[in-house]
């Protein structure tokens, strides 16, 4: 990924990376899900109000993935050419492939969105091969729509487990590490039931960071900007703490 506008300019403050500058991308990171991981951050009526948070100034070592599968700076909305259909505001992301509004089933693989997903992420591995570039994570956000039936929620668990299995084998990384956030949100009935798949996922190597409790837009569904770079600098942490403590794992050997 170079490093997220909001998660990763976390990690850029630590001296576990080193900035990489003229494309040669060593650290990626996917971002997938629905519109809270796409942003809607700033984002009231279908406008965004084009203010960008300190934290997610544009930084010459950040580079995104564009839809034309090039390297670019990195400025905020990150998902503008990629989520095409909404508004996008602050979020954060690297890989960006997240979309407002899809189910986990519409993640499933064969499916569009899927298949885009993969693309995606090969080529920038692609991209970097000759740099020892490697996909560190994914960064995960969706379930709000998943919300709404029954029958969606209580699947959600079983969808979600093949999801991340599936793609693990797709990419070739068995191990790959996923941090997903649990629902802040969702405002239907079953909002419970995803979360607490979301946060007993019983997979290896998945990390969940709870969004319950930061600060939602008027609507009751979408972080507000501010809530978005609170949610980077606890994934960052995640993230941080996970490398931290396989690395200590590893040593120990």
Same mark, same amino acid.
């Given at each position: 990924? +170079?490093?997220?506008?909001?998660?990763? $300019?976390?990690?850029?403050?630590?001296?576990?990376?080193?900035?990489?500058?003229?494309?040669?991308?060593? @650290?990626?990171?996917?971002?997938?899900?629905?519109?809270?991981?796409?942003?809607?951050?700033?984002?009231?009526?279908?406008?965004?109000?084009?203010?960008?948070?300190?934290?997610?100034?544009?930084?010459? +070592?950040?580079?995104?993935?564009? +839809?034309?599968?090039?390297?670019?700076?990195?400025?905020?909305?990150?998902? +503008?050419?990629?989520?095409? @259909?909404?508004?996008?505001?602050?979020?954060?992301?690297?890989?960006?492939?997240?979309?407002?509004?899809?189910?986990?089933?519409?993640?499933?693989?064969?499916?569009?969105?899927?298949?885009?997903?993969?693309? /995606?992420? &090969?080529?920038?591995?692609?991209?970097?091969?000759?740099?020892?570039?490697?996909?560190?994570?994914?960064?995960?956000?969706?379930?709000?729509?998943?919300? *709404? /039936?029954?029958?969606?929620?209580?699947?959600?668990?079983? /969808?979600?487990?093949?999801?991340? &299995?599936?793609? /693990?084998?797709?990419?070739?990384?068995?191990?790959?590490?996923?941090?997903? *956030?649990?629902?802040?949100?969702?405002?239907?009935?079953?909002?419970?039931?995803?979360?607490?798949?979301?946060?007993?996922?019983?997979?290896? @190597?998945?990390? &969940?960071?709870?969004?319950?409790? $930061?600060?939602?837009?008027?609507?009751? $569904?979408?972080?507000?900007?501010?809530?978005?770079?609170? $949610?980077?600098?606890?994934?960052?942490?995640?993230?941080?703490?996970?490398?931290?403590? &396989?690395?200590?794992?590893?040593?120990?050997?």
């Amino acid at each position: 990924m +170079a490093k997220s506008i909001l998660l990763l $300019l976390m990690l850029m403050a630590s001296s576990y990376f080193t900035a990489i500058a003229n494309s040669q991308v060593k @650290n990626i990171f996917l971002l997938a899900g629905q519109s809270n991981m796409s942003g809607q951050g700033g984002v009231v009526k279908n406008k965004w109000d084009g203010i960008v948070p300190p934290e997610c100034s544009p930084n010459p +070592a950040i580079l995104k993935l564009d +839809a034309n599968l090039q390297w670019v700076e990195a400025t905020e909305p990150l998902h +503008a050419d990629i989520d095409v @259909n909404v508004t996008c505001g602050i979020g954060p992301g690297l890989v960006p492939c997240a979309l407002a509004g899809k189910k986990i089933s519409e993640w499933q693989k064969g499916t569009f969105f899927y298949n885009q997903l993969v693309t /995606r992420a &090969t080529a920038a591995k692609v991209l970097q091969e000759e740099y020892c570039g490697e996909i560190r994570a994914m960064l995960w956000y969706q379930g709000e729509s998943d919300t *709404v /039936r029954m029958s969606d929620a209580t699947a959600y668990k079983g /969808r979600m487990q093949k999801f991340f &299995t599936d793609l /693990r084998s797709d990419l070739g990384l068995p191990d790959l590490l996923i941090i997903q *956030v649990a629902l802040a949100s969702g405002g239907k009935h079953y909002t419970e039931i995803v979360r607490e798949a979301q946060l007993n996922p019983d997979l290896p @190597n998945i990390v &969940t960071v709870d969004a319950k409790g $930061l600060q939602l837009q008027k609507d009751n $569904l979408h972080l507000t900007a501010s809530s978005q770079v609170l $949610l980077g600098q606890m994934m960052a942490d995640a993230f941080l703490q996970t490398i931290s403590t &396989t690395s200590s794992s590893i040593n120990s050997q």
